[in-house]
């Protein structure tokens, strides 16, 4: 992942409804969940939701799947697990004792 790539991503999971939204679809797992449900769910009225969307969306870390009328929003789980891979890479690097072995995965 490019640095980029990283401080966009962040930068869209640095507000709180967005993080909000992006835990949502997380949990709903790879059946996602439909707009109305997400807005439902959290409170959120549907143009502040709209705007929202399209941030996670813009910084590619969910993904949107016209259904009809209606579209069902996605977690981008490879997005999150680069992300994730990016920021623990050289996790306890200089630690001979490599404390966080744990978070390191293959996840390139």
Do not use: W
């Not at 399209?54 to 993904?63: D, P």
């Not at 697990?81 to 404390?99: E, F, H, K």
Request: charged residues 20%.
């Amino acid at each position: 992942m490019e640095t980029n790539v990283a401080i966009d991503s962040l930068a869209a999971l640095g507000h709180a409804k967005r993080l909000a939204i992006f835990r949502l679809l997380v949990v709903a797992g790879h059946k996602g969940r439909m707009a109305g449900d997400i807005g439902d769910a959290l409170g959120i009225p549907g143009a502040t939701l709209s705007f929202h969307l399209k941030e996670l969306l813009q910084a590619g870390l969910v993904t949107a799947e016209p259904q009809g009328r209606f579209v069902c929003y996605r977690a981008a789980f490879d997005a999150m697990s680069g992300l994730i891979a990016y920021l623990t890479d050289n996790c306890c690097a200089d630690d001979p004792q490599g404390g966080c072995a744990p978070l390191k995965r293959e996840t390139r």
